[in-house]
């Protein structure tokens, strides 16, 4: 606009003089000289102060021309007027340009400090949205382009990425990797996924003409130095050659040149980006469009982006290392896999209320216990995140430890009340842990045995939701189980119900988050029903199904864990049952019959081994019990139970024998003989029982002994 002002003003001087010299020549009109004065009173006010300049020294000229020399016939007084009266308006131009030029000034430099602030409003209000890394390296790039600069690039150390500690940068360790990168041609847009993947689209060659998202970066690299030396950078000239050092590159990053008409990047600024004592990564901003290069407010800015940057990643890396600990306790606690038990199949789920902590209070578990049986357990422990993940992994193993000494449902929860109290008045007694958000100790449970060889499941209920029962026929119906009291109020007892399963039955053991929808337990149970009856091809499926069709699209507010089995039964042709007399010479019938029954299951190989484990432990009863005698042998697909049942209740122990001792080598032979060994007691004595592996050979191992 201002470039087409001046020409037009000088065309104007050229016509106004000419005007003068004819009309006063031939029609006497000398007043055309106030028309003079316009011409620089309008340059002071539009044009620049060189332009302003040049048309007043031209006005002056003109004025000196026509009124001094072309025009006769004009007074001396009238002559001397004109040309002061042009002076005058020619030092009033200057004058007015010089203050209209000081304005825009002043307007400029706040409109520019607005601008900076605003930036960095939206920086603070956009940086940090998410607690992800790349995210967070990925919007330094999008407040910065096009507001700030034109290209902008994001570098973090690997190290960062996983949330562990940035290395030090003086000792040359670690490497930096390309995260995000934005510029104003849309090339190259994108940012890092935090595996040395790239996402986005485009690719321009002056866009990055580094190293590509998540590539490593050149040791001569401008970044690299930046960190080193650990202060901000900047140039406000950049050659060709320069801008892919600046972008963390060498010459092989370089590219062939930018399109035709793209301008090269003419100023550049690196920050390392700091928080809290540490080196994250490093930003870099490159002009290329923009006019006017960096200057120290420019850096003083980009400094401060960098520092709010900073926070957000060094906040997103703490949570990202505390994110990993709690799925590492997480994954610690809950089984990783489920045994192989020929009692059940099974399937189960795990969804924590909060998917970006992904840790809760919710457990479950398949226990393996004696006699081919196996313990089904479901349990939820009040509130969420690390602190009730941590009691649920106590809870969990002391689940565990009652379960190996073979306790009545009841009796377990019973003991596991007690224990829930203890770890109550623990947290109680200590200050710090009172201070912990959720810091109550609370829970339910639900524990279930099913044995296969009588079908029967016995179970019993601390506060939990009852399970849902599936029959062959694909009827589903919530069993009416006591309920109990949750766990931690102690004094109340718990009561076990017994029920007949038929082989193929489906059990499903849930936590109150999946049925809990809109806070109404009996529509969500209904649901689950619902979702239960039929038939489903394969479990898996089956809790797929059930999740889709409870949840439908809800975002859970509770932890929620599903536990499905489907039994098995083991037939007569199985399990081998003999009452043996209570007299030494038993002994030997006994080892026939096992010794026979082995022949008829094709396990040979098992023959000698299980004799000998046999024998001592009908011994052991015959001389350390009274009563009827019962000696069975199971068979499972992958192991071979053998138990002998006495009326006493006392529990054998393994102890050393000494070398001139006759007894007591027993049960040392028994335990080196077999896979696991243990007691348990029932209403009317106990069971001694012992796993063996029928694929190994136990000769070897008994000639070693």
């Known amino acids: 606009m201002k470039g087409g002002i001046f020409p037009l003003v000088l065309a104007y001087l050229v016509l106004l003089t ?30 620049s102060i060189r332009q302003t300049v040049i048309v007043g020294l031209v006005n002056a000229a003109s004025v000196g021309l026509s009124y001094g020399y072309a025009i006769p016939d004009l007074e001396m007084g009238v002559r001397v007027l004109v040309n002061i009266a042009s002076l005058c308006s020619f030092a009033l131009a200057v004058l007015v340009c010089r203050i209209r030029l000081d304005r825009e000034a ?46 902008v690039t994001v570098d973090l150390y690997e190290s960062v990425l996983r949330g562990d500690e940035p290395p030090d940068p003086e ?29 986005g689209e485009g690719g321009g060659e002056w866009a990055a003409p580094g190293p590509a998202l998540g590539e490593a970066h050149a040791n001569d690299a401008v970044p690299v130095r930046c960190l080193i030396e650990g202060a901000s950078c900047r140039a406000t000239l950049l050659d060709g050659e320069d801008v892919p050092g600046w972008l963390g590159g060498d010459g092989r990053h370089a590219g062939p040149p930018g399109p035709p ?44 982006i960098g520092v709010q940057a900073a926070v957000c990643v060094d906040n997103a890396r703490r949570y990202t290392h505390e994110h990993r600990m709690s799925l590492a306790l997480q994954r610690s606690l809950l089984p990783r896999r489920l045994p192989r038990i020929a009692a059940v199949e099974v399937a189960t ?9 992904g840790v809760g209070g919710d457990w479950f578990d398949v226990i393996q216990l004696s006699g081919a049986r196996v313990a089904l357990v479901v349990g939820d422990v009040v509130g969420h995140g690390l602190y009730a993940t941590a009691t649920m992994g106590r809870l969990r193993s002391a689940v565990r430890t009652l379960a190996d000494i073979d306790l009545a449902p009841d009796e377990l929860l019973t003991h596991l009340d007690d224990v829930v109290i203890r770890l ?21 449970c639900l524990y279930a045995v099913y044995d296969p060889v009588g079908r029967t499941c016995v179970m019993a209920r601390a506060g939990h939701p009852a399970p849902v029962l599936v029959r062959p026929d694909g009827r589903a119906e919530l069993l009416e189980a006591p309920a109990g009291p949750p766990l ?61 069709t409870v949840l439908d699209g809800v975002v859970p507010t509770d932890d929620i864990a599903l536990l499905v089995a489907r039994t098995r039964a083991l037939d007569a042709s199985h399990v081998a049952t003999w ?97 696991r060994w243990g007691t348990r007691h029932g209403r009317y004595g106990k069971t001694i029982w012992a796993e063996l592996s029928p694929a190994q050979q136990r000769g070897t191992e008994l000639a070693s002994l």
């Open 18 to 47: 000419c005007v003068q010299i004819l009309s006063t020549r031939h029609f006497g009109l000398a007043g055309w000289s106030g028309f003079s004065m316009l011409a620089p009173v309008v340059a002071g006010a539009l044009l």
């Open 424 to 444: 109550g008045s623990e947290t109680e007694e200590s200050a710090e842990e009172q201070e912990i958000p959720g810091g109550a100790v609370g829970a339910t």
């Open 261 to 304: 008409g793209l301008p090269e990047a003419h100023s550049g600024i690196a920050v390392p980006l700091r928080a809290r004592g540490a080196t994250l990564g490093v930003a870099v901003f490159v002009r290329n469009r923009r006019e006017e290069p960096f200057d120290a407010d420019d850096l003083l800015l980009a400094e401060e």
């Open 488 to 548: 931690g109020l102690g004094g109340l007892p718990f009561e076990a119900t017994e029920l007949s399963l038929p082989e193929g039955s489906l059990l499903a053991l849930y936590t109150n988050g999946l049925v809990d929808v809109d806070h109404d337990m009996a529509r969500g149970q209904e649901s689950l029903r619902q979702a239960l009856a039929g038939r489903s091809p394969s479990l898996e499926a089956t809790c797929d199904e059930v999740l889709g």
């Open 579 to 675: 009452d043996i007399a209570d007299e030494p010479t038993a002994v030997g019938r006994a080892r026939e019959l096992a010794d026979r029954q082995l022949a008829a299951w094709d396990l040979s190989d098992a023959a000698f081994a299980t004799e000998l484990v046999v024998s001592e432990l009908v011994t052991n009863a015959i001389r350390h019990a009274d009563g009827p005698l019962q000696l069975r042998l199971i068979r499972e697909p992958s192991a071979l139970i053998c138990e002998v049942s006495d009326s006493s209740s006392t529990s054998p122990h393994l102890r050393r024998a000494r070398i001139l001792d006759e007894s007591g080598r027993g049960l040392f032979i028994v335990a080196n003989l077999t896979e």
């Open 171 to 199: 000792q040359g360790r670690g490497t930096l990797r390309r995260i995000a990168q934005r510029s104003t041609s849309g090339d190259g847009e994108g940012h890092g996924d935090g595996e040395g993947h790239g996402r």
């Open 349 to 357: 789920r795990y969804l924590p209320a909060d998917s970006t902590v």
């Open 106 to 151: 002043r307007v400029r430099r706040l409109t520019i400090a607005r601008e900076r602030l605003t930036l960095l409003r939206v920086a603070s209000q956009h940086i940090g949205s998410t607690l992800d890394v790349s995210r967070t390296a990925g919007e330094v790039a999008e407040v910065a382009v096009p507001r700030f600069a034109d290209l």
